[in-house]
């Protein structure tokens, strides 16, 4: 556990070991400019270990809460549940879509 994971992330939630990885991944990145323009002598951040990620799906909806989620879907908003469920788009994806 780093001592970033124990702050609360912007939202006020929990922060994530993702976010972590991220951010690390993005001073790295800064790090690693810096000592190739000049600027640094060494990158502090190269040696700093990932977090374990742990991104898979809880659950997927069975066919029959599927069937019911649909029948109590309004019928704008049903091909968006539709695309949702067929293809495991995630919604900014499916909100992007034209």
Sequence with gaps: MCKRS???SYRGHATIP???NREVA???A????AVKH???ERNPAKWVDRLSENNERDRV???EEYTRLLAHCDDNLRPIVLIAYHTGMRRGEIFGLT
């Design 26 to 28: 993005c001073l790295r």
């Design 38 to 40: 000049g600027k640094a």
């Design 18 to 20: 993702a976010t972590v």
């Design 6 to 8: 124990a702050e609360p």
């Design 30 to 33: 800064i790090s690693s400019r």
């Design 61 to 63: 909806l069975s066919p």
